[in-house]
Every structure is written in C-alpha cells, then in structure tokens.
C-alpha cells in the first residue's frame, strides 16, 4: 500500500515522502497513529499543493534575509566596556551584548545564537562580525569597542 508519510518514521521515510509498505503495517501502524495516509489522487494534489506553498514561503523568506543583509552591509554599532591600564579590556564583548546594541542602536531583534564570533571580543577598536540571517546569507556589521 502507498502511503503519504505526515512525520519523520525511522526506518521508513521522512515527512511528506510517499513510501511502499505492506497493508498491514499501514493500516495498523501508519494510519492508526497518525504517521501516515493513504496515497489517494486527492492526497496527492495536496501533497503538492503544500509542497508548493512551503517553497514559495522558503524563497520570500531567503528574499527578506538578503534584503535585510544589504541593508545591514555598511552599518556599525558601539558597545563601551570598562578599560583598565594600558588600554587592557576588563572581560570581553560577547554574542549577548551585541544583539543588545543592535536591538537598542539600530532596532534590529537579532538572536544572539545567529551572531558568528570566533572568540569573545578582548580588543578595542571596530571587529566585523558575521549575522546569520539564513541558512543561505549571512550579514556582516562593524562592532565598535570604545572605552566606558
């Protein structure tokens, strides 16, 4: 019997595949849990239909990040931390105080998990700082580190 899968099953096929599986699995199994539905002409169609909707949401939504992506190109934030002698930083800027500033200094509300730092910044001065908006784009903006 075909079925149309509704969510992941191990060892049988991901969501939305249509996979071949015995009548007995599918009646007592798929169906009953609500893993799967038969593989009629009408599910099909919408199979399709959902699987066209999702894609059209996929590209507006990769549109939208590289458009913010431009618009982020150039801009710079300032973030003041505590300097002792000799210009030495106490502790370091961090993905957190970044999304902060953004959000403050800019209005952009950027998860602090999507902020891209190879280590904590220990140093004053302007550092580029790679933003995650997609999986397919990636902004970069200028932290400026200055003296508190």
Same mark, same amino acid.
């Given at each position: 019997?075909? &079925?149309?899968? *509704?969510? +992941?099953? !191990?060892?049988?096929?991901?969501? %939305?595949e249509i996979v071949e599986v015995s009548d007995g699995y599918a009646r007592n199994v798929l169906l009953r849990k609500g893993q799967g539905k038969e593989a009629t002409g009408k599910n099909m169609n919408d199979l399709k239909l959902q699987k066209a909707n999702a894609e059209?949401?996929?590209? @507006? $939504?990769? @549109? ?6 431009? #618009?982020?190109? +150039?801009?710079?934030?300032? &973030?003041?931390?505590? &300097?002792? @002698?000799?210009?030495? &930083? ?9 999304? #902060?500033?953004?959000?403050? $200094? *800019? %209005?952009? +509300?950027?998860? !602090? !998990?999507?902020?891209?730092? +190879?280590?904590?910044?220990?140093? *004053? %001065?302007? =550092?580029?700082? %790679? ?6 784009? =990636?902004? @970069?903006?200028?932290?400026?580190? =200055? #003296?508190?």
């Open positions: 019997m075909k &079925v149309i899968l *509704l969510q +992941d099953v !191990k060892s049988v096929g991901k969501k %939305g059209k949401i996929a590209q @507006e $939504q990769l @549109e939208a990040a590289k458009a913010l992506a431009e #618009e982020m190109k +150039d801009k710079k934030i300032t &973030v003041a931390v505590k &300097v002792g @002698e000799g210009g030495r &930083v106490f502790g370091s800027v961090s993905s957190k105080e970044i999304a #902060e500033a953004l959000k403050a $200094q *800019l %209005g952009y +509300d950027v998860d !602090k !998990k999507k902020i891209l730092l +190879d280590g904590p910044i220990k140093t *004053l %001065g302007v =550092t580029n700082v %790679g933003i995650k908006l997609h999986t397919k784009v =990636t902004a @970069e903006i200028g932290v400026h580190v =200055t #003296e508190a």
